[in-house]
Nanobody
Framework: QVRLVESGGGSVQAGGSLRLSCTVF????????VAWFRQAPGKEREGVAA??????WYADSVKGRFTISRDNAWSTVWLQMNSLKPEDTAMYYC?????????????????WGQGTQVTVPS
């Protein structure tokens, strides 16, 4: 059974950086994605970035600012967030899928972490 634990959230001024970590237990690497999602109050959960053995994918809103990466053992997946904006404020979740599909659809993912809060004051 896959278990995910996020860390690294916090409050940072606009223009600043944070790096989120997702510690992954029980995941078998392959073509199925591990992804970061975020959810702001009153909004739907949004796919931010995903990674597989074949590559990485990003939401248009974070391209050029966020970078997803992993270690060789797939035990940790990071989300480096630069040039943060107030609209990046949200709870950020790590998720893992057992199947392939459209990476930014939350329904693809069967395992989720508890989330870590990122706040960028305006």
């Amino acid at each position: 059974q896959v278990r995910l634990v996020e860390s690294g959230g916090g409050s940072v001024q606009a223009g600043g950086s944070l790096r989120l970590s997702c510690t992954v237990f029980g995941y078998s690497p392959g073509t199925n994605p591990v992804a970061w999602f975020r959810q702001a109050p009153g909004k739907e959960r949004e796919g931010v970035a995903a990674i597989t053995t074949g590559g990485t994918w990003y939401a248009d809103s974070v391209k050029g600012r966020f970078t997803i990466s992993r270690d060789n053992a797939w035990s940790t997946v990071w989300l480096q967030m630069n040039s943060l904006k107030p609209e990046d404020t949200a709870m950020y979740y790590c998720a893992a899928s057992r199947i392939g599909g459209i990476w930014y659809r939350p329904s693809l993912y069967s395992s989720w972490g508890q989330g870590t809060q990122v706040t960028v004051p305006s």
